[in-house]
């Protein structure tokens, strides 16, 4: 059962425009929700996140939204950067104790094109 | 600074044989630590994580095991390797008070084992 999902495998966008990046999620008990960006041979790195208590986060060129009754939220970077291609991986947490279990989609893998 | 140290780096081992994957962290004390699984295609799999020396809680039933020797030593392993064990194995941690948004897992750089 996939709680949290990352239906669009890919996306290319021109250097400039905005990239917006989608993710669902089926948990309800999901408050926390983060975004991971990854370099091929590399481990993921932290990129943004926002807690179910906000619906906006931004960070300079990237903003998260959060649409809890919809369980969506989406990553936006503007202006895009080649530097920006890598895959992001949407990921979700639930209030467990002190652990921090995350739960990752699969991935989208994002192209900007020069 | 905290470091996490995850080695080697690439790793081809033949059905059957045994695994040994280590990971350390430097700089924090009484981490949390993880192991994740990407296999191809999918997304980041939890394995193991552990909140303490030789506590070990496993999320999947699998072929692999792990153990915690040490506090910032976190070591993956299988008596006998299955092709399905194939993929991109990561290392994490948390500080001792962290959770999923407060403080983000920190990834090591990744192990790329194929079983042939």
């Known amino acids: 059962d996939q709680q949290v999902k990352q239906n669009s495998p890919s996306l290319s966008v021109q250097e400039g425009r905005i990239s917006i990046l989608n993710c669902d999620y089926t948990n309800s008990m999901f408050d926390y929700f983060l975004w991971y960006k990854k370099y091929p041979a590399e481990g993921p790195t932290f990129l943004i996140s926002i807690s179910s208590i906000k619906d906006k986060n931004e960070d300079g060129r990237f903003t998260v939204f959060l649409n809890k009754s919809a369980k969506h939220l989406s990553l936006h970077i503007v202006p895009s950067q080649p530097g920006d291609s890598a895959v992001y991986f949407c990921a979700a947490s639930a209030l467990t104790g002190a652990n921090s279990k995350l739960t990752f989609g699969k991935g989208i893998t994002l192209s900007v094109r020069p | 600074s905290q470091t996490i140290h995850q080695w080697p780096a690439t790793l081809v081992q033949p059905v059957g044989s045994p695994l040994s994957l280590e990971c350390t962290v430097e700089?924090?004390?009484?981490?949390?630590l993880y192991w994740y699984r990407q296999a191809a295609g999918r997304g980041l799999q939890l394995l193991f994580y552990?909140?303490?020396?030789g506590q070990i809680s496993s999320e999947v039933p699998q072929n692999l095991s792990a153990s915690r020797p040490q506090d910032r030593q976190f070591i993956l392993s299988s008596k006998k390797l299955l092709l399905s064990d194939s993929g991109f194995y990561l290392c994490?941690?948390?500080?001792?008070w962290g959770r999923g948004g407060n403080s983000p897992l920190h990834f090591g750089n990744g192990t790329r084992l194929t079983v042939t």
């Open positions: 700089g924090t004390s009484n981490p949390n």
């Open positions: 994490a941690w948390t500080p001792e």
């Open positions: 552990s909140v303490g020396i």
